[in-house]
């Protein structure tokens, strides 16, 4: 279970499982918005103050905001599935 006003792990993993090619414009728009805006709430959220749960996802899905790649990209790119440029 995800913290209140994060998104949903269930939601964000088929976000990321999905390849980019198979996703509408609009779609691709509405994930990056999702992700821009969890990633913005992980940032404002003090660690202290998020579930085991939710630092576990965060440190998964690399929200700690640091300049590498998440588990997930990496996955994505090492099976082709994701940009396997490091666009940060």
Do not use: H, W
Not at 6 to 11: A, G, I, L, M, S
Not at 17 to 40: C, F, H, N, R, V
Not at 49 to 68: E, I, M, Y
């Amino acid at each position: 279970m995800s913290d209140t006003g994060r998104q949903n792990f269930t939601d964000k993993a088929s976000d990321v499982l999905k390849p980019e090619s198979e996703k509408s414009t609009l779609e691709s728009l509405g994930d990056s918005a999702k992700s821009t805006g969890d990633s913005l709430t992980s940032t404002l959220q003090p660690e202290s103050q998020k579930s085991t749960t939710q630092q576990a996802a965060d440190a998964v899905s690399s929200n700690s905001n640091q300049n590498t790649d998440s588990l997930l990209t990496q996955a994505q790119n090492a099976m082709g599935f994701g940009d396997s440029g490091n666009s940060r």
